[in-house]
């Protein structure tokens, strides 16, 4: 009994610690992160000092259609789509983390977050759309992936982008 007791705790330590790493439960989730592209204009896309990645601003592209989901929310887009734009531009962020520091395992805490919703005059759900990023960084880091945030309205964003999504991460040295 003693036996079975302790291989059961074993499996489950291993179990936990396993998911536990963010790159295994992106494959939880079904995520592969893409390749990283180029800027597009004058800038880095992340900048490091000390413990801090800055991350520049990313939009929710999308490579199987070859470009970056566009339109306003409230006009073009429903609150579900940004969400989605917003999810699919954190996948983006994380494939630049991941870049920048070689594993995401060094991740200690996403710090800060600013979220940027190109929407109607009217659209007011900005919070909303950007928990699609939210969402997805505590699913990957648990509660390390939890952050300080400000999601705004944008009258508009480049190439017409639904979101745009910067964040500061802390990393282990």
């Known amino acids: 009994m003693k ?3 302790f291989a059961s705790l074993l499996l489950f330590i291993t179990q936990n610690t396993i998911a536990q790493h963010p790159e295994a439960r992106l494959k939880e989730l079904g995520i592969t992160l ?3 592209g180029t800027p597009i204009a004058n800038y880095v896309k992340w900048v490091r000092t000390g413990n801090l990645v800055f991350l520049s601003g990313h939009g929710p592209e999308d490579k199987t259609k070859g470009g970056y989901i566009t339109g306003k929310l409230g006009k073009d887009l429903s609150m579900e789509e940004g969400y989605a734009a917003a999810r699919l531009t954190g996948i983006s962020l994380l494939a ?3 870049a920048a520091v070689g594993d995401l395992s060094k991740v200690k805490r996403i710090v800060k977050v ?3 919703v190109n929407g109607t005059e009217n659209f007011a759900d900005q919070p909303k759309v950007i928990n699609g990023f939210s ?7 648990g509660d390390a992936g939890k952050h300080a945030r400000s999601a705004v309205g944008m009258a508009s ?3 017409n982008m639904a979101v745009e999504i910067e964040m500061v991460v802390e990393i282990e040295n």
């Open 3 to 5: 036996k079975i007791l």
């Open 135 to 141: 969402d997805l960084m505590v699913a990957v880091f």
């Open 157 to 159: 964003l480049p190439m």
């Open 96 to 98: 630049s983390l991941k």
């Open 114 to 116: 600013l979220g940027m």
């Open 34 to 36: 893409p390749a990283v």
